[in-house]
């Protein structure tokens, strides 16, 4: 028997004067936030508000009553009915936000339809044995063993697209799931098909498939997994610095973090997932909202080794997310928009090397209804989410793999310098990057005991969790300069040669 749905009905939407942690420590519901911006938007139950007023932490109310809004809000649709042939993709797909079910349907469609483009993937299943599922699309040979369906196009570089780590974003698998459609009926001499010549995509539009469901079904705004009722943050569950700031040891806190690192199936998964594909070199984490594109590092404010590659590829990727509808996205380092230890970006640049970034997607900042944000968005959120996969893909064939960059554990509090303004410590010519770990002191609020940044056993090839940067890692210095420009190439073409719905 299902559970009955969860009314919001005297919930309120405030803007708090009070640090996020504080928030968070009370159990309330943080939807935005900046770390230099001592002004939280939180949504509160009335016995919430009761115990905010005890505070005599000043708030004003932006939204009285969310009941309404969730009651006549968007759903998660099955699959509509019609034709699902790859000359006749269902045009109302993408008109509505899609429960899991639909999700895997159309994963499946499209393994069906291209077969020569697309493949379905397998990355484990979830604490309630649902499995997380994507779709590799390239243009190369899949080189499949028989039976298998985990074929990858060999020594291609490759990049993977994962979202809804947080139940409640459903703009973002949906314009990922869009993203991604554009990259398997691109036709034949487009840009998006020679991008797929030269490189093979890996998304999983739904990371936290648990608590999706959830969200669909029973409360609109729930975020975490499903772990014991309370769920866990999977984006505070990984073990580049976990337990540090923007993550909570209180299950009930909206940033729990589990009790130790990759606790969570789902993080477990994905993180065994990207430690055997060795021919990874990025990966971005979508996310909503804020309309801002993030680099490492998100535990603590500190440069990255490759800080300054990161700047600019962050100017590059929000100047294309900005073309289709002239939409700003903010490029930003992760920790200032606000710290979140234990997330998946870090680890997957501290301890894997990746060529790692996250997205925060439409609607903007402080602009409502956050993430109420209506199907009518999808596309055209989608589109903006396409231009950026573009340049990540495009700079990510250019540079090559790369190196650990740190592993997010305790180091001396002024590290050395890295060298070079441009980040690279290049003394022996070979323009390989710094051997210096960036990561700052991390460890638990002063109220728990410290805890360590490492977890279990790593999986096979994630010796001991640190990611300490070494120029004899495989692929040797990922962070080359390419043809003697930076990253990949002059601005944008204007035109686009893919198909455009209307």
Same mark, same amino acid.
């Given at each position: 028997?299902?559970?009955?749905?969860?009314?919001?009905?005297?919930?309120?939407?405030?803007?708090?004067?009070?640090?996020?942690?504080?928030?968070?420590? $009370?159990?309330?519901?943080?939807?935005?936030?900046?770390?230099?911006?001592?002004?939280?938007?939180?949504?509160?139950?009335?016995?919430?508000?009761?115990?905010?007023? @005890?505070?005599?932490?000043?708030?004003?109310?932006?939204?009285?009553?969310?009941?309404?809004? $969730?009651?006549?809000?968007?759903?998660?649709?099955?699959?509509? =009915?019609?034709?699902?042939?790859?000359?006749?993709?269902?045009? @109302?797909?993408?008109? *509505?936000?899609?429960?899991?079910? @639909?999700?895997?349907?159309?994963?499946?469609?499209?393994?069906?339809?291209?077969?020569?483009?697309?493949?379905?993937?397998?990355?484990?299943?979830?604490?309630?044995?649902?499995?997380?599922?994507?779709?590799?699309?390239?243009?190369?040979?899949?080189?499949?063993?028989?039976?298998? &369906?985990?074929?990858?196009? #060999?020594?291609?570089?490759? #990049?993977?697209?994962?979202?809804?780590?947080?139940?409640?974003?459903?703009?973002?698998?949906?314009?990922?799931?869009?993203?991604?459609?554009?990259?398997?009926?691109?036709?034949?001499?487009?840009?998006?098909?020679?991008?797929?010549?030269?490189?093979?995509?890996?998304?999983?539009?739904?990371?936290?498939?648990?608590?999706?469901?959830?969200?669909?079904?029973?409360?609109?705004?729930?975020?975490?997994?499903?772990?014991?009722?309370?769920?866990?943050?999977?984006?505070?569950?990984?073990?580049?610095?976990?337990?540090?700031?923007?993550?909570?040891? $209180?299950?009930?806190?909206?940033?729990?973090?589990?009790?130790?690192?990759?606790?969570?199936?789902?993080?477990?998964?994905?993180?065994?997932?990207?430690?055997?594909?060795?021919?990874?070199?990025?990966?971005?984490?979508?996310?909503?909202?804020?309309?801002?594109?993030?680099?490492?590092?998100?535990?603590? #404010?500190? &440069?990255?080794?490759?800080?300054?590659?990161?700047?600019?590829?962050?100017?590059?990727?929000?100047?294309?997310?900005?073309?289709?509808?002239?939409?700003?996205?903010?490029?930003?380092?992760?920790?200032?928009?606000?710290?979140?230890?234990?997330?998946?970006?870090?680890?997957?640049?501290?301890?894997?090397?990746?060529?790692?970034?996250?997205?925060?997607?439409?609607?903007?900042?402080?602009?409502?209804?956050?993430?109420?944000?209506?199907?009518?968005?999808?596309?055209?959120?989608?589109?903006?989410?396409?231009?950026?996969?573009?340049?990540?893909?495009? =700079? =990510?064939?250019?540079?090559?793999?790369?190196?650990?960059?740190?592993?997010?554990?305790?180091?001396?509090?002024?590290?050395? *310098?890295?060298?070079?303004?441009?980040?690279? &410590? &290049?003394?022996?010519?070979?323009?390989?990057?710094?051997?210096? *770990?960036?990561?700052?002191?991390?460890?638990?609020?002063?109220?728990?005991?410290?805890?360590?940044?490492?977890?279990?056993?790593? @999986?096979?090839?994630?010796?001991?969790?640190?990611?300490?940067?070494?120029?004899?890692?495989?692929?040797?210095?990922?962070?080359?300069?390419?043809?003697?420009?930076? $990253?990949?190439?002059?601005?944008?073409?204007?035109?686009?040669?893919?198909?455009?719905?209307?």
């Amino acid at each position: 028997m299902a559970a009955p749905r969860v009314s919001h009905h005297g919930d309120a939407l405030l803007q708090v004067e009070a640090t996020p942690a504080q928030l968070h420590e $009370l159990g309330f519901d943080v939807w935005t936030h900046r770390a230099t911006e001592p002004n939280v938007l939180v949504r509160v139950t009335p016995q919430q508000r009761a115990q905010l007023d @005890a505070t005599g932490w000043p708030y004003a109310v932006v939204e009285p009553d969310l009941g309404p809004a $969730l009651d006549h809000g968007a759903e998660c649709r099955p699959t509509a =009915s019609g034709p699902l042939g790859l000359d006749g993709l269902d045009p @109302a797909y993408h008109d *509505s936000f899609r429960d899991l079910d @639909a999700i895997y349907d159309r994963l499946e469609t499209l393994a069906e339809e291209v077969p020569e483009r697309v493949r379905l993937v397998e990355i484990g299943l979830s604490l309630e044995g649902r499995p997380i599922r994507g779709i590799r699309v390239s243009n190369r040979d899949l080189d499949l063993e028989e039976g298998s &369906d985990q074929g990858s196009a #060999v020594d291609r570089p490759a #990049v993977l697209v994962q979202s809804c780590q947080h139940a409640r974003e459903w703009i973002a698998a949906a314009a990922t799931m869009w993203a991604m459609e554009q990259f398997v009926i691109a036709p034949e001499g487009s840009e998006l098909d020679s991008l797929l010549d030269q490189a093979e995509l890996i998304v999983v539009p739904v990371a936290n498939p648990d608590g999706f469901v959830h969200s669909c079904e029973v409360e609109r705004l729930w975020r975490k997994n499903r772990r014991d009722g309370h769920g866990v943050d999977l984006n505070r569950n990984w073990s580049t610095a976990w337990g540090g700031d923007g993550s909570s040891g $209180l299950p009930d806190a909206g940033n729990y973090r589990g009790t130790g690192p990759f606790s969570e199936p789902e993080a477990a998964a994905m993180r065994d997932f990207m430690v055997a594909e060795s021919d990874l070199v990025a990966a971005l984490d979508v996310h909503t909202y804020g309309q801002l594109f993030l680099y490492p590092w998100g535990f603590e #404010v500190t &440069d990255a080794p490759d800080d300054a590659l990161f700047v600019q590829l962050a100017d590059q990727v929000v100047d294309a997310m900005g073309q289709p509808h002239d939409t700003t996205y903010v490029p930003l380092q992760a920790a200032a928009f606000y710290p979140a230890a234990g997330n998946a970006m870090d680890w997957a640049y501290g301890a894997r090397g990746l060529y790692s970034v996250a997205m925060e997607l439409r609607p903007a900042m402080g602009k409502e209804p956050g993430f109420l944000l209506g199907p009518e968005f999808i596309v055209p959120t989608g589109e903006e989410l396409l231009e950026g996969i573009e340049v990540l893909v495009e =700079s =990510s064939v250019a540079l090559g793999p790369g190196a650990p960059g740190d592993s997010g554990g305790p180091v001396d509090p002024e590290p050395e *310098s890295t060298g070079d303004d441009d980040g690279f &410590d &290049d003394d022996d010519g070979d323009g390989a990057g710094s051997t210096e *770990s960036s990561g700052g002191t991390t460890g638990a609020p002063d109220d728990e005991p410290p805890q360590g940044t490492t977890g279990p056993a790593p @999986a096979a090839g994630d010796e001991s969790g640190c990611g300490c940067r070494s120029t004899d890692a495989p692929g040797g210095a990922w962070w080359l300069l390419w043809g003697g420009v930076w $990253l990949v190439r002059p601005r944008r073409r204007a035109s686009r040669q893919r198909p455009r719905r209307a």
